[in-house]
Each structure stands twice: as C-alpha cells, then as structure tokens.
C-alpha cells in the first residue's frame, strides 16, 4: 500500500524551516553586519546609484525611509577588529579605529516619501566609530562621537 502525501502536507514541510529562520531575530552583531557592513569593495562607482540599490537590499526601506546609514568597506574581520587590536577605546563601549576605511554614506534627499525612498551617497576614506559588546561591533556611529571629524 502507497502512502501518498497532500498537497498541504508537502508544502507545510517545504515551509516549515524557511518560517522557523525568519522568525529567529538577529543577533546584534547580525543586524550590524546587515545594515553598515559590505565586504566587496564599492561595487558601483556612483555612490548615490550605490545608496539606492543597497538601501532597499539591505531591508531598510521596509516600512520607512531609513534617514542616514553608512556602509564600511572592508573584510569582516578587519572591521570586527576595530573593537579590539584595530581600535582605540574612547568612552563607554566606543572604539575608534587606528586606520581609515572606505566608506559610503547614504542620505535621504527631499525627493523621499516612503514607500518611494530616494538617496544621494557620498563614498569617503575616514576612520569609524562604533559601540562593542563582547568584542564585536554592534552600532555604528558618527566619527564625533569618537572625537573624529
């Protein structure tokens, strides 16, 4: 005797893992790494171009226009390594890092009404400033916050 499955019963067990992963929250060294953290070199030479594809990719065009994010550059673990060898504590749980990164901010422009956000993009080498919990990186902020320009 054959047992044959639903249709239902098929699509609950292709479903099934894909509902458990998106109700998993992300850690917050995830959602950093998610929101300031491009590990490819700037692949578009127009910031502003850059801004406007990653912004929405990145998820943070979802139910408002996130108003100003910044994207690091670099290698992971470079970056990670600014809340220890590659930073300099400040204050609180504030490092700064010993050497400069690539760096692209992204800024509403007043064109932006969501669900239609637009954003202008400025790519600059400068050095970063974030806030660590357990050695890893978990916000990004200003460089003045860290005493930077």
Sequence with gaps: MKTR???G???LIFLLPACLAAARRETPYEKFQRQHVDTSDPWESDPTRYCNLM???RNMTVSICKDLNSFVHGALARITAVCGSG???HHGNFYYSNS???VTD????GASRWPRCVYGGDL???RICVACT???PVHYARPSVCGGP
């Design 100 to 102: 400069p990164f690539p």
């Design 55 to 57: 912004m929405p990719r």
């Design 124 to 126: 600059r080498s400068k």
């Design 87 to 89: 930073g300099t504590w």
């Design 106 to 109: 992204c800024q509403t422009t």
């Design 134 to 136: 357990n050695g890893q």
């Design 9 to 11: 019963l098929l699509l």
């Design 5 to 7: 499955m639903g249709p």
